[in-house]
């Protein structure tokens, strides 16, 4: 299974990452910038993308161009990927109980069925990322149906 995650907090990914790797040995890719994981699913395609919805434009390297903080950047992944008829499964995980979509905070239970009444297909769950690990047993299940 190829895995692509998009998440620019070192906590969270280093957390996924070996969530991921302690249920399978796969290759895991990672973008911390929207402009990082446009530019990797410009390039090739995965099978599974764990995706947070707010992450910065770019990354903040020594003499990068300035970040925008992007409250709603995981959306642009989304859109990119249902407008290209792309097949990526995509598993939302966030640290904030709602998320911001048509200038409105939508719980979190409801962003995949509010997606998908708006044409966007690919996203199949929404995961609430809390410091318990709760939310890893739903991101393996989610991942597992769909391996």
């Known amino acids: 299974m190829s895995i692509l995650i998009v998440e620019d907090d070192a ?7 070996a ?12 973008a911390t910038s929207l402009r990082a994981a446009m530019t990797t699913l410009e390039e090739r395609s995965f099978d599974f993308v764990v995706l947070d919805m707010a992450i ?3 990354t903040s390297d020594a003499g990068a161009v300035d970040t925008y903080s992007m409250p709603i950047g995981g ?27 048509d200038r409105r905070h939508v719980p979190l239970r ?4 509010t997606l998908h009444a708006d044409g966007i297909p690919n996203a199949v769950e929404a995961i609430l990322f809390t410091e318990t690990g709760d939310w890893k047993a739903q991101l393996l299940a989610t991942m597992e149906v769909r391996s």
Not at 19 to 30: F, L
Not at 84 to 98: D, F, K, Y
Not at 110 to 113: A, F, N, P
């Open 75 to 101: 959306l642009d992944v989304l859109l990119f990927l249902a407008e290209n008829g792309r097949s990526e499964i995509v598993a939302i995980l966030t640290q904030h109980p709602t998320v911001e979509y």
């Open 11 to 17: 906590f969270k990914l280093s957390a996924i990452e």
């Open 110 to 113: 409801d962003m995949v069925r």
């Open 56 to 58: 910065p434009s770019h």
């Open 19 to 30: 969530a991921i790797k302690d249920r399978w040995n796969t290759k895991i890719e990672v």
